[in-house]
């Protein structure tokens, strides 16, 4: 698979999440987006402002600070959209589970939280894992 074309659909996906996440998250603390309260009923939630803010700022900044960096190509940018790519995948888990209210938008932001993940992994392992990490051993002959 020819490593540009992994980083151009890696800050397309990231600069998506960073996107709809920031301005999400947002509106869920403004009120805008109208979800219903009783979905917070026995969470430890009094309302959604710590959701939103989680949501703005660790999904929808790490995803942002990601994307920057994979544009302008830092070595760090494959661990930091690895770690994006798991925060997206992980607010949808525990959505799911603290409101347990299911959504084929649940679904999309998991995969795509996923596929971040797996395709920073496989730029990782095959362009720098070599350099961290010493494949053979040295004799000490």
Do not use: C
């Amino acid at each position: 698979m020819n490593h540009k074309v992994v980083r151009i659909v890696l800050v397309i996906l990231l600069a998506f999440i960073a996107l709809t996440s920031i301005p999400s998250g947002v509106a869920m603390i403004t009120g805008a987006l109208r979800i219903p309260p009783e979905f917070l009923q026995g969470t430890l939630f009094r309302d959604y402002t710590i959701p939103g803010l989680v949501l703005a700022i660790i999904v929808g900044g790490s995803s942002l600070l990601a994307a920057v960096a994979m544009f302008i190509r830092r070595e760090w940018s494959v661990i930091l959209s690895m770690v994006a790519g798991l925060m997206m995948a992980g607010y949808e888990v525990v959505e799911l589970a603290i409101i347990q209210q299911f959504s084929w938008l649940q679904v999309l932001y998991f995969a795509i939280g996923a596929v971040i993940f797996g395709l920073a992994g496989y730029l990782w392992m095959t362009e720098y894992r070599s350099y961290h990490f010493h494949t053979r051993h040295a004799s000490h002959a």
